[in-house]
């Protein structure tokens, strides 16, 4: 596999913060990658440093094997679906996907043809004689996707594409990122703060917190192997508690993180507990209980007998369940 | 679908080779940016300004009429002759009161603007005070000369209202008065007032555009007449607005040569003194030390006025 | 003054708002009526009759084309180097913070800020020192320099609403500097330009004070004008000259004004 994009030691400084601070990281071509993290954690300007619109303070940056240091943004192949999506409000639809191209030089015949297929791929054929502030939000944000894609990169990068799109639609974009990511075949580095975004279309997650990749692997491990209390509380909730109450008596001085659907309520051979508070979740409930003084959450099916307020309960997990969690934050 | 050599970036030419040179040097960018109209600034016109506090150190050989290149304060106490001195009181005392007239017949149009007119009547009102702003600066002391001729409308219009009396008494007035309208002070000041009227609407109209209703509405709602609203709510909050536009008027009183020539006494003001001094006799260091004059006293009223907050509604 | 009757203005504040607005425009309606005045030796009012005849007398007079002429040469002129440097300084000022902005931002109103008079003088003192002969170039020196200050405030404000992004979206679709001002920035403020650069014309265009110290033999119209208003020679032509230069002012001013009308700061507002 061919390395599309790999940070050795980048440090970006803005006098003394520390916006990234040592990324190590190697991203593979065709991956759809993640970047996850809080604001101000590092992951835009991580995004910002392999566009080009940023330039490593120390470290080294990597695009295809070639360095990046140096090269402008529009020397790079590399395209940016922009937050805020930045269309060209002076130009229709068309010419914006066709901006990229206009710049190479291509005529104009192609290029109103190249763009008017980047349009069909994110479906919005037809739009082309259109302004942006004609569309609607979801539209201009397949406006901002088609205009990258119209360049042929071979990364695309996407700044919290979906954050100004209300719920439905956001389902919706990210299943359809995911199919042209598939059928482009390119990279795809994705920011966002959303880790059930991040969780379903990537490919790897990087999770970012104070300018580091606290953690990177598969969407399964990092939520069932979480390294850290930070990446166990911010990608999904997690109950943080002593590995010997977890039942692993040989790790003492550690702390595991215990998800709140490894918890079953069991009728024997279970831990005595009380039920402190409910909420109703639709398919399921969520339990707040205490155990030996230890409050605990856990997910239960909403059809099964709900247990009341105050009520005691059995309740069990199985000790590989539990994940022992590095000593840093 | 990976990309092919068709869509490669350009990279050749001089121009792309300047560009990558900006993009990795910003600041030498910004430098070049800033080069050309610095430089044309700051030769041409502060060399300028500079040139001319030079020669105000410099002095006039009574008896040559060439001017002496040594430095002498000799010119500066020159200005404080009297002759000169009431030069510079009578032109102060004419940019206050027009200042003080144009506050207060620039307040109600500004207020109107800002406050109820909307949509149509809002930009009949910004129209309507652009025209006259942007209007040839001569064609309006044209049209007073017009009208304060002894023939002209203004006197007509008296006579028709049998008012020849009441102008005929004001006319009496010492100092202010005179011959007839034309050639008085009174005159002067209603062409400056005319002249620089629109640059006092502007600012205070963007002043009182960031007054919000709800503010006048509250100190009603308190019971506050009119009147005290006016005074401790409205009036402090337009202040700057006030002070913005007191900068145009009070300045370009101060500076104005052509106004008091055409209409007014044969007294002169500063703009007339450093106009005569630098042409007919000239003597260009007295003409610099009198420019000078208005430097210092504008200096020192944008210094008031900065710590009034008064540049945010320019 | 209770709430309930908010909308609506007292009738005082009516009355003084309508006899300033009033105030200002009846003495340029006057200068209509006296294009048209048979008499010629005074300004007497009412007009003793109505005639066309001064149009065409003014239209044969060749003193009054050259100084127009030469006026409009010095304006364009001096419009151009103005939009020049007016635009180089504001895409400076609105698009990095430096040290020393704020001293930039002041160099350039400073032409203005100051009165006239002293701008006059301080150039012909320079050129004196310098012993630079007044000549049409003198004007053009002194023109471009206080035209600056119109164009630099239409096209910040226009800079300032160019969001950041959307240049990074240019240059990260491929074009390099010159590219993403021809293509991207350069539309986007080009109205804005376009009416402060009607504006500084119509500045230049009228100049006269300034003009009088930088100015040789040269005579540009608002010369010629002040010269008739000194030292009249033939009323009833500064008369038709006095309305058509009002005529022509109002061209820029209300273009100025269409091209600028959605942004927040209309043009003109910097004279």
């Given at each position: 596999m061919t390395i599309s994009v790999a940070f050795s030691k980048v440090c970006r400084y803005y006098d003394d913060i520390k916006a990234v601070d040592k990324v190590d990281l190697s991203i593979e071509e065709g991956e759809f990658f993640a970047?996850?993290?809080?604001?101000?954690?590092?992951?835009?300007?991580?995004?910002?440093?392999?566009?080009?619109?940023?330039?490593?303070?120390?470290?080294?940056?990597?695009?295809?094997?070639?360095?990046?240091?140096?090269?402008?943004?529009?020397?790079?192949?590399?395209?940016?679906?922009?937050?805020?999506?930045?269309?060209?409000?002076?130009?229709?639809?068309?010419?914006?996907?066709?901006?990229?191209?206009?710049?190479?030089?291509?005529?104009?015949?192609?290029?109103?043809?190249?763009?008017?297929?980047?349009?069909?791929?994110?479906?919005?054929?037809?739009?082309?004689?259109?302004?942006?502030?004609?569309?609607?939000?979801?539209?201009?944000?397949?406006?901002?996707?088609?205009?990258?894609?119209?360049?042929?990169?071979?990364?695309?990068?996407?700044?919290?594409?979906?954050?100004?799109?209300?719920?439905?639609?956001?389902?919706?974009?990210?299943?359809?990122?995911?199919?042209?990511?598939?059928?482009?075949?390119?990279?795809?580095?994705?920011?966002?703060?959303?880790?059930?975004?991040?969780?379903?279309?990537?490919?790897?997650?990087?999770?970012?917190?104070?300018?580091?990749?606290?953690?990177?692997?598969?969407?399964?491990?990092?939520?069932?192997?979480?390294?850290?209390?930070?990446?166990?509380?911010?990608?999904?909730?997690?109950?943080?508690?002593a590995a010997d109450f977890a039942g692993l008596s040989d790790r003492k001085d550690r702390l595991v993180s215990l998800r709140p659907e490894s918890i079953k309520q069991v009728d024997s051979n279970g831990r005595e507990a009380i039920v402190i508070s409910r909420s109703y979740m639709g398919g399921s409930t969520r339990l707040n209980v205490e155990n030996n003084g230890v409050r605990l959450n856990m997910v239960i099916q909403s059809n099964t007998g709900l247990p009341q307020d105050g009520e005691k309960i059995l309740i069990s997990w199985d000790p590989e369940q539990a994940h022992l969690l590095s000593n840093d934050q | 679908m990976i990309s092919s050599a068709i869509y490669a970036p350009q990279r050749s030419g001089s121009v792309s080779v300047f560009?990558?040179?900006?993009?990795?040097?910003?600041?030498?960018?910004?430098?070049?940016?800033?080069?050309?109209?610095?430089?044309?600034?700051?030769?041409?016109?502060?060399?300028?300004?500079?040139?001319?506090?030079?020669?105000?150190?410099?002095?006039?050989?009574?008896?040559?009429?060439?001017?002496?290149?040594?430095?002498?304060?000799?010119?500066?106490?020159e200005l404080l002759h009297p002759a000169n001195l009431d030069i510079v009181v009578r032109t102060v005392s004419m940019a206050i009161i027009v200042t003080i007239a144009a506050a207060i017949i620039a307040f109600p149009i500004a207020y109107y603007a800002a406050r109820y007119a909307r949509g149509k009547w809002k930009v009949f009102f910004y129209l309507g005070v652009m025209l006259p702003l942007w209007s040839s600066y001569l064609v309006k002391i044209y049209a007073w000369k017009l009208i304060l001729a002894k023939e002209g409308i203004l006197n007509w219009f008296l006579a028709k209202l049998h008012l020849t009396w009441l102008l005929e008494s004001v006319l009496s007035i010492p100092i202010i008065g005179g011959n007839s309208l034309s050639v008085s002070y009174i005159g002067t000041c209603l062409v400056f007032l005319y002249v620089w009227l629109p640059f006092m609407i502007l600012p205070l109209q963007a002043a009182l555009e960031r007054v919000p209703v709800k503010l006048l509405e509250a100190s009603s709602d308190l019971g506050s007449k009119s009147q005290q609203t006016f005074r401790h709510v409205l009036l402090p909050l337009a202040m700057p607005g006030l002070i913005a536009g007191s900068i145009f008027t009070f300045s370009l009183t101060l500076g104005d040569y052509i106004i008091p020539q055409i209409i007014g006494s044969s007294r002169l003001f500063i703009g007339q003194a450093v106009y005569s001094h630098q042409g007919i006799a000239g003597n260009i260091p007295l003409a610099a030390a009198f420019s000078i004059v208005p430097i210092i006293i504008m200096a020192f009223y944008l210094w008031m006025a900065k710590r009034q907050g008064a540049f945010d509604v320019l | 003054m209770y709430s309930s009757n908010n909308n609506r203005a007292p009738m005082m504040?009516?009355?003084?708002?309508?006899?300033?607005?009033?105030?200002?425009?009846?003495?340029?309606?006057?200068?209509?009526?006296?294009?048209?005045?048979?008499?010629?030796?005074?300004?007497?009012?009412?007009?003793?009759?109505?005639?066309?005849?001064?149009?065409?007398?003014?239209?044969?007079?060749?003193?009054?084309?050259?100084?127009?002429?030469?006026?409009?040469?010095?304006?364009?002129?001096?419009?151009?180097?103005?939009?020049?440097?007016?635009?180089?300084?504001?895409?400076?000022?609105?698009?990095?913070?430096?040290?020393?902005?704020?001293?930039?931002?002041?160099?350039?109103?400073?032409?203005?800020?100051?009165?006239?008079?002293?701008?006059?003088?301080?150039?012909?003192?320079?050129?004196?020192?310098?012993?630079?002969?007044?000549?049409?170039?003198?004007?053009?020196?002194?023109?471009?320099?206080?035209?600056?200050?119109?164009?630099?405030?239409?096209?910040?404000?226009?800079?300032?609403?160019?969001?950041?992004?959307?240049?990074?979206?240019?240059?990260?679709?491929?074009?390099?500097?010159?590219?993403?001002?021809?293509?991207?920035?350069?539309?986007?403020?080009?109205?804005?330009?376009?009416?402060?650069?009607?504006?500084?014309?119509?500045?230049?265009?009228?100049?006269?004070?300034?003009?009088?110290?930088?100015?040789?033999?040269?005579?540009?119209?608002?010369?010629?004008?002040?010269?008739?208003?000194?030292?009249?020679?033939?009323?009833?032509?500064?008369?038709?000259?006095?309305?058509?230069?009002?005529?022509?002012?109002?061209?820029?001013?209300?273009?100025?004004?269409?091209?600028?009308?959605?942004?927040?700061?209309?043009?003109?507002?910097g004279k």
């Open positions: 970047m996850l993290g809080p604001s101000g954690s590092g992951k835009t300007t991580c995004l910002r440093l392999i566009a080009g619109f940023e330039q490593p303070t120390s470290g080294h940056i990597e695009i295809f094997g070639e360095t990046a240091e140096g090269v402008p943004p529009y020397q790079r192949d590399v395209n940016t679906v922009f937050q805020d999506y930045a269309l060209f409000p002076h130009m229709n639809v068309l010419d914006n996907v066709g901006f990229g191209l206009m710049i190479r030089g291509i005529p104009k015949d192609e290029r109103n043809h190249e763009a008017e297929k980047a349009l069909q791929m994110v479906r919005l054929s037809g739009y082309g004689a259109r302004r942006p502030s004609e569309l609607s939000g979801g539209q201009r944000q397949r406006v901002a996707v088609a205009r990258a894609i119209a360049n042929k990169p071979r990364v695309l990068l996407l700044d919290e594409p979906l954050g100004a799109l209300d719920l439905k639609l956001r389902e919706q974009m990210q299943d359809e990122l995911k199919e042209l990511q598939k059928t482009l075949g390119i990279t795809f580095i994705f920011v966002t703060h959303d880790q059930g975004e991040a969780l379903s279309m990537a490919d790897r997650i990087a999770v970012f917190n104070n300018g580091k990749i606290i953690q990177i692997g598969t969407p399964k491990d990092i939520y069932q192997r979480p390294e850290t209390q930070f990446v166990a509380n911010f990608v999904g909730s997690s109950n943080i508690v | 560009s990558d040179y900006c993009w990795r040097n910003p600041r030498m960018f910004l430098f070049l940016l800033l080069l050309p109209p610095v430089l044309w600034l700051g030769i041409i016109y502060l060399g300028s300004l500079f040139s001319l506090l030079l020669q105000s150190f410099y002095s006039i050989d009574e008896f040559t009429g060439l001017i002496k290149h040594e430095f002498t304060l000799k010119t500066y106490r | 504040l009516k009355i003084s708002a309508a006899t300033g607005l009033l105030f200002l425009h009846l003495p340029i309606l006057l200068i209509f009526i006296y294009a048209f005045t048979t008499e010629e030796k005074t300004y007497q009012w009412p007009p003793p009759g109505f005639t066309l005849k001064w149009f065409a007398v003014t239209w044969g007079r060749s003193d009054v084309w050259e100084a127009l002429g030469l006026s409009v040469k010095v304006a364009s002129i001096s419009t151009v180097i103005a939009l020049v440097m007016g635009t180089l300084c504001a895409a400076a000022v609105s698009r990095s913070k430096f040290f020393g902005r704020e001293t930039i931002s002041l160099l350039v109103i400073l032409p203005i800020a100051l009165p006239g008079i002293i701008t006059g003088i301080a150039l012909r003192s320079a050129f004196n020192l310098a012993e630079i002969p007044f000549s049409f170039w003198t004007i053009i020196l002194g023109h471009a320099t206080f035209c600056v200050v119109v164009i630099y405030n239409n096209a910040v404000a226009r800079f300032r609403r160019i969001s950041s992004s959307l240049i990074h979206a240019s240059m990260d679709l491929g074009a390099n500097g010159f590219q993403t001002f021809r293509y991207v920035i350069l539309p986007n403020i080009a109205t804005s330009l376009l009416a402060g650069g009607m504006l500084a014309f119509a500045l230049s265009f009228d100049e006269v004070i300034v003009t009088t110290f930088t100015a040789g033999q040269q005579t540009t119209l608002p010369i010629w004008m002040l010269e008739e208003l000194v030292r009249p020679r033939q009323r009833p032509v500064t008369n038709v000259v006095a309305m058509v230069v009002v005529l022509v002012t109002f061209i820029p001013i209300l273009g100025a004004y269409y091209l600028t009308r959605n942004d927040d700061q209309i043009a003109g507002h």
